[in-house]
């Protein structure tokens, strides 16, 4: 049986001002589109699985807003982790889980705060990794066509020849390179980005964890009968502070030798960035994206805004601009400075 697994944990700090640890990314409209984005990646499965085999994992402190934003989910489904400890402990404590409860599980692993435009594509590229996972040992990934040296991505180089429909063997898997390696992978042309978008067995992920990460495998696997039970959550409350802190591409992908990829294009962004969202919004016809109800604009052209309901924002004469007003905070930034970001909102956190 398939479950769907997504992982909403994350802070999300790169679309400050309205991107803040209290409200990340994952449970706001960036796009302007009427949902938040992991309202959006839930309806993406919705029509692929039952509701019932769709979990969210997410930290505790956002176990709320999470309920609120998919009332539709069964509540039991969405689950809170008692600590931040990134993305392997999340996928060892929902495969113990799972593993309890339907030996036979496939998932799909994704996150919660990606784009996907075309939903078709992406699904049908799914029911095949699925297929993939269910006859074989085997971890999926789909990887997508690069297009510039980014260092916050896996890089996936994989061999020419399909070992099934659309399904390559992995070769090397490199989590987060940094700037001069990912320009050679980008000048190779040989390479993928990971997606992050997961497929396997819960017995094959197991299996993994088991050999690239067996010290998480055993403090899990010691309280395995535990899972899925009443004594849950007291369980993960005890494990948790047991567990290294790595994410699944360091701790498995980079050393497993079972990796396979779908080279995949379906309208794919993780949107890390506002010039990012810029890219993916509808446009007027001077090229500004507009989220938000009332904005007035006089000449001005690609920007991108986004501005609270109900409030009337006027821009002039203003080119390439991020404009973002919340209630607290106003920013005004070049688009091409975005990078920048980061830097003040270290000092305006020590000054609010
Ligand atoms: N439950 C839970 N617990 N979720 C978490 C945690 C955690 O501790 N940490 C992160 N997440 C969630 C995030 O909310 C996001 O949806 C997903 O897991 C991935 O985490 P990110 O922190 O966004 O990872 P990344 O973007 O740096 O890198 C991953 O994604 C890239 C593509 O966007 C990697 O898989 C890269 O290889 C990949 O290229
Ligand atoms: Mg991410």
């Known amino acids: 049986h398939t479950y769907i697994v997504i992982m909403a944990g994350g802070i999300g700090s790169r679309f400050w001002p309205i991107s803040r640890k209290?409200?990340?990314?994952?449970?706001?409209?960036?796009?302007?589109?009427?949902?938040?984005?992991?309202?959006?990646?839930?309806?993406?499965?919705?029509?692929?699985?039952?509701?019932?085999n769709i979990y969210v994992i997410t930290a505790k402190e956002y176990e709320e807003i999470t309920k609120e934003q998919l009332s539709d989910l069964p509540a039991e489904n969405i689950i809170g982790e008692p600590y931040r400890?990134?993305?392997?402990?999340?996928?060892?404590?929902?495969?113990?889980?799972l593993m309890k409860k339907d030996p036979e599980a496939s998932v799909i692993v994704a996150p919660a705060d990606h784009l996907i435009l075309d939903k078709e594509n992406f699904?049908?590229?799914?029911?095949?990794?699925?297929?993939?996972?269910?006859?074989?040992?085997?971890?999926?990934?789909?990887?997508?066509q690069p297009t510039y040296p980014n260092t916050g991505y896996g890089y996936i180089q994989f061999n020419a020849a399909e070992v099934a429909p659309a399904v390559h063997k992995v070769k090397t898997f490199t989590e987060k390179p940094?700037?001069?390696?990912?320009?050679?992978?980008?000048?190779?042309?040989?390479?993928?980005?990971?997606s992050g978008i997961f497929f396997w067995r819960v017995e094959s992920i197991l299996k993994a964890l088991h050999i690239h990460l067996p010290e998480m495998y055993e403090v899990f696997s010691a309280e395995k009968d535990k899972f899925n039970t009443e004594e849950e959550k007291a369980t993960l409350e005890a494990i948790y502070p047991l567990c290294?802190?790595?994410?699944?591409?360091?701790?498995?992908?980079?050393?497993?030798?079972?990796?396979?990829?779908?080279?995949?294009?379906?309208?794919?962004?993780?949107?890390?960035?506002?010039?990012s969202a810029?890219?993916?919004?509808?446009?007027?016809?001077?090229?500004?994206?507009?989220?938000?109800?009332?904005?007035?604009?006089?000449?001005?052209?690609?920007?991108?805004?986004?501005?609270p309901k109900g409030k009337l924002v006027v821009l002039q004469g203003l080119d390439d601009y991020i404009v973002v007003d919340t209630k607290d905070v106003l920013l005004i930034c070049k688009k091409d400075k975005e990078q920048e970001i980061k830097e003040y909102t270290a000092d305006v956190k020590r000054n609010m």
Request: glycine share 6%.
């Open 22 to 52: 209290s409200h990340p990314k994952q449970f706001l409209d960036i796009l302007g589109t009427g949902k938040t984005l992991i309202q959006d990646t839930m309806e993406r499965f919705a029509s692929f699985v039952p509701k019932e």
């Open 85 to 97: 400890k990134n993305t392997a402990p999340c996928i060892a404590y929902i495969s113990f889980h």
């Open 123 to 144: 699904l049908s590229i799914c029911s095949k990794a699925l297929d993939f996972v269910n006859n074989n040992d085997a971890l999926v990934t789909l990887g997508i």
């Open 178 to 194: 940094n700037k001069e390696l990912a320009q050679t992978f980008i000048a190779s042309g040989d390479f993928l980005w990971n």
């Open 244 to 275: 290294t802190s790595i994410s699944i591409d360091f701790g498995v992908m980079e050393k497993a030798h079972n990796v396979y990829v779908i080279p995949s294009s379906f309208g794919w962004s993780d949107l890390g960035t506002w010039n």
């Open 278 to 307: 810029w890219e993916n919004m509808e446009k007027d016809y001077l090229d500004n994206a507009v989220a938000g109800n009332k904005v007035m604009i006089i000449d001005a052209t690609r920007c991108v805004v986004h501005a």
